[in-house]
């Protein structure tokens, strides 16, 4: 599935299963939510925080989905075409960045 498909497929479910969209502050709340679950497991299971056994059985693959969505459906009620959006950062990248880490003594 391309980021372009995902994003009309986010939509299709968003108009008839979910019935509409929430507005984008309430979406942009629920993003910084889902993000803040991908950073509990993450300092837990890859950081030095202790993990708990109720987050042993967290899915990290679904928690990142989660931002996934909430983000595709941000996308969609802003009129952002992530596919577009993606390959002009990655080309911002790749002119503004082409040296730089490279050159950085920090990850030689």
Request: proline share 1%.
């Amino acid at each position: 599935m391309t980021i372009e498909e995902a994003q009309v497929t986010v939509d299709k479910w968003i108009t008839t299963v979910g019935v509409r969209y929430f507005d984008e502050m309430t979406n942009t709340a629920i993003l910084m939510e889902e993000v803040g679950e991908v950073a509990r497991i993450m300092a837990r299971r890859y950081g030095e925080q202790s993990e708990k056994e109720s987050d042993k059985q967290k899915d990290l693959g679904d928690e990142m989905a989660d931002v996934l969505w909430v983000l595709m459906c941000l996308a969609n009620q802003t009129g952002i075409n992530l596919t577009e959006a993606f390959e002009n950062n990655l080309l911002k990248k790749n002119k503004r960045d082409i040296t730089r880490h490279k050159n950085n003594p920090k990850l030689g």
